[in-house]
């Protein structure tokens, strides 16, 4: 008997549905078998349960659904936290660092308030900002707390690899690193399709290995072009954090990439940013520290130099 796996929702807005829905539809293979909703708009989370509720008999899941407060938190496995202001047409993830930051910090000590023990994992935006900023509120250990980091614009590259290929996307290993955001980066050096690096691939392909740059510029403005699009993006990133809500929950041993703490890894410390992580039941089990060559240590290095210094801006108004 699989005994109560209990995951709280912060935030009822479409991010937080589109996961809350993702894990309804995949059943007991979710690992969830409760979910709380919590929204400032309390009949927003109450109406969102109920919607859910009437398609139960629908879904092979037998999840207990319902809305709730914070005290509600105390025997959760995991507090999945989405809430926040959106990212408007034109604006960058970082531009919304502040006023969130002060969202941020409202929540999680409400959560830590009830007695909350276990797992933080964050997706507003900016998320490496949000998540150091939930981890030195809370004062969780860091592996206790992780944010969805790049697992979105991994995603992204590995379907977009899989399409120029033409080779099915579970069989791409290639990793978007560092900030969510414009600093990001591939290391194309640990890119592989199975066992075989992708750029030998474009090589005996014949193909210009410039057409990887285009992919990864693709990736990096997906956001954007989306957002201006249908005003937001919430799919891809809602079954991403049911990836990384199942993996903590099933204690699979995942390799994601996170925003996860470093202390010392890549030459870094006291920073949150977008790296490979092993993921179980304790949250970020360990870093997998990659090797990376000289050009990318400085794109990583440009990376945290521009979270920190955002992060000094913030520590100012918390």
């Known amino acids: ?9 912060v935030g009822t807005g479409f991010v ?7 894990l309804l539809n995949q059943g007991n293979a979710s690992g969830v078998n409760e979910l709380v909703l919590i929204d400032v708009l309390k009949d927003k989370a109450e109406g969102e349960a109920m ?13 207990s659904i319902k809305a709730g407060d914070y005290s509600e938190c105390k025997d959760a496995d995991i507090v999945v936290i989405t809430a926040g202001l959106n990212q408007k047409p034109g604006q960058t993830r ?3 660092s502040t006023a969130n930051a002060k969202i941020m910090k409202d929540i999680t000590n409400q959560v830590v308030a009830s007695g909350f023990k276990g797992i933080f994992l964050v997706a507003s935006n900016p998320v490496d900002l949000m998540t150091k900023v939930v981890q030195e509120v809370s004062k969780f250990p860091t592996r206790k707390v992780i944010g969805s980091g790049t697992a979105l614009d991994t995603a992204r590259l590995r379907y977009l690899i899989g399409e120029y290929l033409n080779v ?7 990793y978007i690193m560092g900030e969510h955001g414009d600093s990001s980066f591939v290391p194309w050096d640990h890119a ?13 392909a014949k193909k210009d290995l410039s057409d990887l740059d285009k992919i990864y510029v693709e990736v990096r403005d997906a956001a954007y072009e989306i957002i201006e699009k249908k005003k937001a993006t919430y799919y891809g990133i809602g079954l991403g ?5 199942k993996t903590i ?8 990439t996170v925003s996860a703490y470093l202390n010392g890894e890549y030459g870094h410390k006291d920073i949150y940013v977008g790296v490979p992580a092993i993921i179980n039941s304790n949250g970020a089990r360990e870093l997998l520290e990659l090797e990376l060559s000289k050009q990318d240590q400085e794109k990583l290095d440009n990376s945290c130099k521009i979270l920190s210094e955002n992060m000094e801006k913030i520590r100012e108004v918390l």
Not at 16 to 22: I, L, N, P, T, V
Not at 51 to 63: K, R
Not at 192 to 204: A, L, S
Request: hydrophobic residues 40%; aromatic residues 4%; positive net charge.
């Open 16 to 22: 937080g549905m589109s996961m809350a829905y993702s």
């Open 1 to 9: 008997m699989i005994g109560k796996r209990k995951v709280i929702l």
């Open 168 to 174: 099915s996307n579970k069989n791409v290993h290639a």
């Open 51 to 63: 919607d859910m509720c009437h398609g139960l008999p629908c879904s092979s899941s037998h999840m």
């Open 192 to 204: 592989y399709v199975g066992c075989k690096r992708i750029e030998d691939i474009v090589k005996d």
């Open 94 to 96: 970082l531009e919304l």
């Open 241 to 245: 954090l049911s990836k990384i809500v």
């Open 249 to 256: 929950l099933n204690n699979t041993n995942e390799i994601l």
